[in-house]
């Protein structure tokens, strides 16, 4: 089995990994950025065991990533909201989307980021070219472009609509 430290490691990255590293934390990331906060949510959406759930989502609340306030509407359970240093991974979470999207292939459509302020896309690099600023997470707007993912559950219905990030969906 693989560890999950990088103890004999001296660097920045091998903490970071040690963090968002382990598979399915950085999908629980992304869907925090676009607003889902409800545990049944985050399982509903990514089809995630409900054990490695609680297991990514303790360790994110743990690491100060995210944090675990009482849901108001539902008596006994928690949200979970990003805190500061959880929406300074937007940028990464922006880099690897724009990364990874030509490994998607096809015309399955994809998701695009504009800055809130300008209504101009962003740049790969996060970059809006219009004002040149690197907007924060809640400063930017979130559309789905293209055909309809396969995903057919009804966070993602309401994930496909246009909406900033890190606004509460749901």
């Known amino acids: 089995m693989l560890g999950n ?64 306030v009482p849901d108001p509407d539902h008596r006994g359970r928690s949200l979970y909201r990003l805190t500061a240093r959880g929406r300074e991974l937007w940028p990464v979470v922006h880099a690897l989307a724009s990364w990874g999207s030509p490994l998607a292939g096809g015309d399955r459509g994809h998701r695009q980021f504009r800055h809130a302020a300008c209504d101009a896309q962003l740049d790969a690099n996060g970059r809006c070219p219009t004002c040149g600023a690197m907007p924060a997470a809640e400063d930017v707007l979130t559309t789905w472009h293209g055909a309809a993912p396969p995903d057919d559950d009804s966070v993602s219905a309401i994930l496909r609509r246009p909406h900033r990030l890190t606004e509460p969906v749901g």
Do not use: K, M, N
């Open 5 to 68: 430290t990088y103890d004999h490691q001296q660097c920045s990255i091998a903490r970071a990994l040690e963090v968002v590293g382990e598979r399915w934390t950085l999908l629980v990331v992304r869907d925090a950025l676009y607003g889902v906060q409800r545990f049944s949510d985050f399982a509903e959406r990514l089809d995630i065991p409900r054990a490695v759930l609680s297991d990514r989502l303790r360790s994110l609340v743990e690491h100060d990533v995210l944090e675990r």
